[in-house]
């Protein structure tokens, strides 16, 4: 009898063994039989003494395919490593050198390992980077990575049913998943929804529709406990829910792959699916912020896992739940109670048992007494007609949503919302993620349809309710989805490692995709966990409003000064009112109507949203007050007091009074603002100008911000306060760690005839320098198109290119460096030593693979076809375009726009992509302004590496004229209408906006 796990001896006859030696005929050979399948370590062993039999040819090929083939491929892998972390520091003697060593070492253990019969199979993977044509330290612990878990997975112990190990490693999996996202928490109030959660739950208020009873029940939970301020401990749920989903998915992965016979994948699987939805972008910010789509997962985890493991009762209860969370669940819930009767078919029978679920799943709608309760007790937030029956229905229903459902459903609509789900899903997952995903889909599809139609069907009916959904923020709508897919994730893995070795390759390979993309997001909500930019703007205003104000808010920036007024006391004098849509009325049309009501009441009036055309026809002077304006009715005569005083006159014109500066150090990336004072000194004959630049050491400006102003309105000796926001360069001037820029100042004027006027001061200069900045890199490594690792000796690396075609004839090249401190100077080359640009040269050698040092030139990559590379302030990068059909349309026809941007950084403003198409010399023109992917992944969204594609779609008019046409694009704030600058000198003064490209309206 053989006990599972332990080594057992057979001996066996002499008739059984082939034995050379006849001295000894009844020699016995020694079998060890490792009991745990596939394991890594079966072997045999001779008999001290015994001669090994003569091997055949087959025998010989055996042992150089699984003992020195892949031997020789790690020493030369180990020898190839180190010589690249020389970076040429022994020269060009090192590598081969190394490479011997490796040779030999590796020849030592393939001998090793072909004596003791083990198999090194996985080590071939290793030879991926030894072949590798440039040094990549990716692709090198990428391979590595691969091969080692390969390896591991041939001798995991199989889990063939529950036990206590296995309930400890996801005890732990949920204990890993906690401690990350508690160190990734937000640490304090939020914007928009989180906000108003945060207000509700401390003071069991009633949020929006449909009031979240059974969350502002928890939510009051977790606002008791002793640490951090109540902000913070709702941040803390969305942790706790997000860390149970992940420990449910993989729970329920384990039993799919113990039921279909994949029990020695399982570990590998349900590690998997843990990876591929905690890294997952909305997830983990989900996971770290006060939200109610954290718990809508965790119900979903948890019915699959009821369905999964056969818990029909704990199924009925968790939909239950789920369902009187948010209404959105039940779509997937159809899917559940169909995969519940097609798996428990007697249950149709069965009239008692059903009583018995449904009564589960009803019983968690008391909770919905909640609010009808606190609507008679005038809670927070709470409608006015709550406690009614009319009420607490038109609450509980959303019914003020009611038209958005199923809104893009519409066959003329639905074709261009299908690609957003495409997009949705790149943005949270990577491709070998979303490959695995549809493994997994088939694989259950051929053992089990019914969990087939459980995760896939139920996934694929989610994602459509939510993409038809006229709502923003789609990513979020699609959390069960992201559950489900993530199974199906576990499933692929599972399947893969209990497979041949290149199979087992690929499930290591899809965990590594796995650990890739919570890499890539780590550092983000790393640097979110420490940002206080909500609590930085709202407390600003609350602060510096004067007594008795009226902020009109949009919902962004309301509630986190809810907030600070109701649980923190703050500034309750100040009244902060939402202004919201009404009906078919435009915004902007809403917002000065609004105003204008306002200023009729004789209160000081703060607005945090600007419209130029309707806010620019009003009587009234706007004033920059943190974030927001001060609306003033009458002009201001008196000077601010804290202001650093200048007293600088233009030709008599017009009068610096003084400055105030946000800081004198700032980032690469980052934003420098300056707040003006100065005031008319005479009766202004025109608009006049000013522009503020950041000028880099040899003095073309690196950055500007001008401000046309309607001086002709304004009287002589009124003060007014201008706002000036300049972003820094990612592309640092030469200078050590520490960089400063100049930040100067001009006023001008332009001239009838084209072109502008500088006004001058007194001695005759015509730019004024008010103060010296230093910058320091970000925390953000360059992205690029082209990655590369080339470090030339003496410090300085070049980790990519990029280019940008909009120009014809003058195409831009971009090169990222790091640790770049020198200054060398660069000499675009080609290999003939002509001056070009697809070859740089420093000056010094370069390391390349291998760490072989070479001189000369580095050839650059080549550009990819239409390419662009367009910096856009500190957040966002243009990298290109598409269209459908390419080239043009005819009159009458339509044509998608899609530009395609990456994040440089988290982004923690709400930008709206502006395209226009203008047709043959400006006879036509159309616009389109939309949140990107149609409204489906605002900026607010994105952490860095996020890529969106944005379409936007043009109808041409019929009578449009054949010729060309041409797409413009800007990006402006959604709430101030301030673009995002062009950090390309040269691009910005062209135009404010970029050109995407050239299309034909064809005959």
Not at 310 to 327: D, E, I, V
């Amino acid at each position: 009898m053989f006990l599972p796990g332990y080594p057992c001896i057979l001996l066996l006859s002499s008739s059984s063994v082939s034995s050379t030696n006849s001295e000894h005929p009844a020699v016995y050979a020694i079998r060890e039989v490792d009991q745990w399948p596939n394991s890594a370590y079966n072997h045999t062993r001779p008999y001290p003494g015994m001669k090994r039999s003569t091997g055949n040819r087959a025998s010989i090929v055996s042992s150089l395919l699984s003992a020195y083939g892949p031997a020789l491929a790690l020493g030369l892998y180990v020898a190839r490593v180190l010589a690249e972390a020389l970076r040429g520091a022994w020269g060009n003697a090192a590598p081969p050198i190394l490479a011997l060593l490796g040779m030999a070492g590796g020849g030592l253990v393939g001998h090793l390992a072909a004596r003791r019969g083990l198999a090194l199979i996985p080590a071939w993977v290793l030879l991926i980077y030894v072949l590798w044509p440039r040094l990549d330290p990716a692709v090198a612990v990428g391979s590595g990575f691969v091969a080692a878990v390969t390896a591991l997975a041939r001798g995991f112990p199989a889990v063939s049913r529950p036990s206590s190990t296995v309930r400890l490693s996801e005890v732990a999996l949920f204990l890993i998943a906690l401690v990350i996202y508690v160190g990734t928490l937000a640490p304090d109030v939020l914007p928009a929804d989180s906000g108003e959660f945060q207000l509700a739950a401390p003071l069991l208020g009633v949020p929006h529709p449909p009031g979240y009873p059974l969350y502002m029940l928890l939510g009051r939970l977790f606002t008791l406990l002793p640490i951090g301020n109540p902000a913070y401990r709702l941040n803390l749920l969305s942790a706790v829910s997000g860390a149970l989903t992940l420990a449910l998915v993989a729970a329920s992965v384990r039993h799919i792959c113990v039921g279909a016979g994949r029990a020695q994948g399982a570990f590998y699987g349900a590690v998997a699916a843990a990876l591929a939805l905690g890294a997952a972008t909305t997830f983990w910010a989900q996971s770290t912020t006060a939200n109610v789509r954290s718990l809508t997962g965790l119900f979903t985890a948890l019915c699959l896992y009821a369905l999964v493991t056969r818990r029909w009762g704990l199924f009925a209860l968790s939909l239950g739940l789920g369902l009187t969370h948010h209404a959105s669940l039940a779509f997937f819930g159809l899917v559940f109670v169909l995969t519940l009767l097609l798996t428990e078919r007697g249950l149709w029978r069965q009239p008692r048992r059903w009583a018995r679920l449904i009564g589960l799943a009803a019983l968690p709608a008391l909770v919905f007494l909640y609010l009808p309760l606190r609507g008679a007790q005038e809670a927070p937030l709470a409608p006015p007609d709550l406690a009614t029956w009319q009420g607490f229905w038109a609450h509980v229903l959303a019914r003020g949503f009611a038209g958005d459902m199923f809104a893009f459903a519409r066959p003329d609509l639905l074709a261009g919302r299908l690609p957003v789900l495409g997009n949705i899903l790149t943005f949270e997952f990577n491709l070998p993620l979303l490959l695995a995903m549809t493994l997994g889909a088939v694989l259950l599809l051929l053992h089990d349809w019914r969990l087939a139609l459980l995760l896939a069907g139920g996934a694929a009916l989610h994602s459509f309710v939510a993409i038809t959904y006229r709502a923003p923020q789609t990513v979020e709508y699609m959390f069960p989805a992201y559950v489900a897919l993530a199974v199906l994730v576990g499933v692929a893995v599972a399947w893969l490692m209990q497979a041949e070795t290149v199979f087992r390759a690929m499930g290591a390979a899809v965990l590594l995709a796995g650990l890739a993309l919570g890499g890539r997001n780590l550092p983000s909500y790393r640097w979110l966990a420490g940002d206080h930019d909500t609590r930085r703007v709202a407390q600003t205003l609350l602060q510096q409003a004067p007594a008795n104000a009226l902020i009109l808010s949009n919902w962004h920036w309301a509630t986190p000064m809810w907030y600070l007024q109701e649980i923190e006391g703050q500034r309750r004098d100040v009244e902060v009112r939402y202004v919201f849509p009404e009906g078919a009325e435009p915004i902007a049309q809403t917002w000065a109507r609004r105003l204008d009501e306002a200023m009729a009441t004789g209160r000081p009036v703060i607005v945090t949203q600007f419209y130029a055309a309707e806010f620019g026809a009003k009587p009234y002077r706007f004033e920059p007050l943190g974030e927001a304006l001060l609306v003033r009715s009458r002009p201001r005569l008196d000077v601010p007091t804290d202001l650093t005083p200048l007293h600088l006159d233009f030709e008599s014109k017009i009068r610096l009074l003084g400055y105030w500066l946000s800081a004198d150090q700032a980032e690469a990336g980052g934003q420098v603002v300056l707040t003006l004072a100065w005031q008319p000194l005479t009766e202004p004959d025109r608009d006049y100008s000013v522009f503020v630049h950041l000028i880099g050491p040899e003095g073309p400006p690196l950055a500007q911000d001008d401000h046309t102003l309607p001086t002709s309105r304004y009287q002589p000796g009124e003060v007014i306060l201008d706002r000036y926001a300049l972003t820094v360069p990612w592309a640092l001037p030469a200078g050590g760690p520490q960089r400063s820029l100049r930040l100067a100042l001009g006023v001008y004027t332009a001239r009838p005839e084209g072109g502008t006027t500088r006004l001058t001061l007194p001695d005759g200069r015509d730019m004024i320098v008010l103060s010296t900045i230093g910058v320091k890199p970000g925390p953000w490594p360059p992205l690029t198109r082209h990655p590369l690792t080339v470090p030339f000796v003496g410090g300085d690396t070049l980790v990519g290119v990029d280019y940008d075609s909009g120009r014809p004839g003058a195409a831009r090249t971009y090169l990222h460096w790091v640790e770049r401190g020198s200054g060398a100077s660069l000499t675009l080359v080609d290999e003939s030593g002509a001056v070009l640009q697809d070859g740089i040269n420093v000056g010094r050698p370069w390391v390349g693979a291998w760490g072989i040092l070479h001189q000369g030139a580095f050839r650059l990559p080549a550009p990819l076809p239409g390419e662009r590379y367009v910096p856009l302030g500190g957040d966002l990068v243009l990298t290109g375009y598409s269209s459908q059909p390419q080239g043009g349309a005819r009159p009458g026809g339509t044509l998608v726009i899609a530009p395609a941007f990456w994040a440089r950084r988290p982004v923690l403003r709400d930008w709206v992509v502006s395209v226009s198409l203008i047709g043959l010399v400006g006879s036509w023109q159309a616009q389109d302004d939309s949140v990107p992917a149609l409204g489906a992944v605002p900026t607010l969204k994105w952490v860095w590496g996020a890529m969106v594609h944005d379409p936007h779609l043009f109808h041409i008019p019929a009578d449009a004229a054949p010729g060309p046409m041409t797409a413009r694009l800007i990006v402006y704030d959604a709430f101030t209408q301030a673009p995002l600058p062009l950090l390309d000198p040269q691009l910005a003064r062209l135009s404010p906006a970029v050109t995407l490209g050239m299309w034909e309206v064809r005959p």
